[in-house]
């Protein structure tokens, strides 16, 4: 994991929205919407891995989607490698999107089960027009499949002739085939066992290292989220309620969100576990057709005031603790903690 020096970041989001229209009736009248993604920001920095984590359902694949532009946007702006990329015709997208690939989450369903493992790691490089010839196409697929810890003799497999972890590995490989500079990792070890994810997550960090990459890592397991990221973004409801770095962020969470979070992780210790005061969150999670007006989080959060139920907290930091030279703080959306 690097954290770059570059100030310029390759990937800014700022008030991201993707709300979701609901229709009945014969004339499919609206008659509400779902708010998928309700203003989610936050920059991601060259060579570095931005976690983003949080219950199923809060928006963190929808983020990626719209991320990519494979998702309608309701509002907000995106820019990648300084180019703003938000009202890009599809036909636009083409190039960029040689830039920023997708690993998926389930390893069998995103790979095509009639064809062979070469022609789908080589299938970017044809849609491109990257392979001149099938010389160099078998060559730059070997190279892939070597890259990710595959004997090229495998390549006229298929896909169901693979395990959980090596299909996985194809998908890395198909993603790394046009050299992008942003991969957006959806979940892509939360279907593999335990023992296969930490290979995984290992050739992730080792490829990064190696080739430079920049990873928007999404998932919901808390420890495979610590183990790869440099900074971890909490989501909540359609909204990021906290953005610290790895270590600060398992060590000193502000958000009563956040707290709860790490609090319901087992600890290793069963001497330790058994002394750990609990600290649960009690009711469901708001329907994001209906979400709560201020904080989202108000009606579980044991520390609500008054302001959280009417205003919403913006994304910041605590400006009473922060040196006017000290950057990359956390920023939390709390009113308690933004006092």
């Not at 697929?141 to 996985?168: A, C, I, K, T, W």
């Not at 085939?177 to 050739?203: F, G, K, R, T, Y």
């Not at 969470?253 to 750990?276: F, G, I, N, W």
Request: net charge neutral; hydrophobic share 40%; proline share 8%.
């Amino acid at each position: 994991m690097n954290l770059a020096m570059n100030e310029t970041p390759l990937l800014k989001v700022d008030d991201l929205k993707v709300h979701f229209s609901l229709t009945e009736g014969f004339m499919q009248k609206e008659v509400g919407s779902v708010k998928a993604v309700d203003g989610v920001s936050f920059e991601l920095r060259r060579g570095e891995t931005f976690g983003l984590v949080g219950e199923s359902g809060c928006g963190k694949s929808t983020t990626a989607l719209a991320v990519l532009r494979m998702q309608p946007l309701t509002g907000g702006l995106i820019e990648f490698e300084g180019n703003d990329i938000t009202r890009l015709e599809p036909h636009q997208m083409r190039p960029v999107r040689r830039r920023m690939q997708m690993v998926y989450q389930d390893p069998f369903g995103s790979l095509n089960p009639r064809m062979q493992i070469r022609d789908i790691i080589g299938e970017p490089l044809l849609v491109h027009g990257l392979a001149t010839d099938r010389r160099t196409f078998r060559r730059r697929v070997d190279e892939l499949m070597d890259m990710v810890g595959l004997l090229p003799d495998m390549s006229n497999r298929y896909p169901h002739e693979f395990s959980g972890g090596q299909r996985q590995r194809i998908g890395i490989a198909r993603a790394l085939a046009l050299e992008p500079s942003l991969i957006i990792c959806d979940e892509p070890v939360s279907a593999l066992d335990v023992s296969i994810q930490a290979q995984v997550l290992n050739l992730l960090m080792d490829l990064q290292r190696e080739l430079g990459l920049t990873y928007l890592f999404i998932a919901h397991d808390l420890s495979v989220v610590r183990h790869i990221s440099d900074r971890i973004g909490v989501m909540y409801l359609g909204r990021i309620v906290e953005i610290a770095g790895r270590d600060e962020l398992f060590a000193h969470p502000k958000h009563p969100y956040t707290q709860a979070l790490l609090a319901s992780v087992p600890l290793p210790d069963p001497a330790l576990e058994e002394t750990r005061s609990q600290q649960l969150i009690v009711g469901e999670v708001p329907s994001p057709r209906t979400p709560p007006p201020g904080c989202h989080f108000h009606p579980r959060c044991p520390k609500a005031m008054d302001i959280c139920r009417e205003q919403s907290p913006l994304l910041e930091s605590n400006r009473a603790a922060l040196e006017p030279k000290h950057r990359g703080a956390p920023r939390v959306a709390c009113h308690l903690y933004n006092a």
